[in-house]
């Protein structure tokens, strides 16, 4: 399951993102993960807000909330030209501050990708709660296993 949402393109909606991201992580089972994954994410959609859409409150940054294999993972767009990400990651200096909020998001996440030149952003969690009908499927195939060898 995927759930989307839009907000404007301002740093006053942060809130909404917690809000929202707080919920599906209850609601997956990874509420104890969840300052990791709200860190990273928030760091996410502040930075296609200021930098990726210049904080042009006409424009959009767009968010999906979804499980993957292992965990879950949280994709933010944004309206903006893009960015060449391959110059960072690595700890900024301390006279230069850019690329921090990538640093961080790099640290936190388990898988960070980035995608259409750099306006989207995946940021993947290996997470130990897990979507419930997947888990009740298992629970099935587990168990219709066992009925088989057992007869």
Known sequence: ????????????????VEERLF?????YNVGSYYSTVSV?????????ILHGNGSDSS??????????RGGIYVEVVDEGHGFDYSRYGDLP?????????IFVMH????????EEGGRKVRLEFEVNGIDPADALERVSVLQ????MVAA
């Open 23 to 27: 919920h599906f992580c209850r609601e």
């Open 40 to 48: 990273a994410v928030l760091q996410a959609v502040e930075n296609a």
């Open 1 to 16: 399951m995927t759930e989307s949402f839009v907000i404007q393109s301002d740093i006053d909606n942060l809130p909404q």
């Open 59 to 68: 424009k959009h940054v767009t968010l999906s909330f979804g499980t993957c």
């Open 144 to 147: 219709e296993h066992y009925q």
């Open 93 to 101: 200096s301390d006279d230069q501050m850019a690329g921090e909020g």
């Open 107 to 114: 640290q936190l996440a388990d898988r960070l990708v980035f």
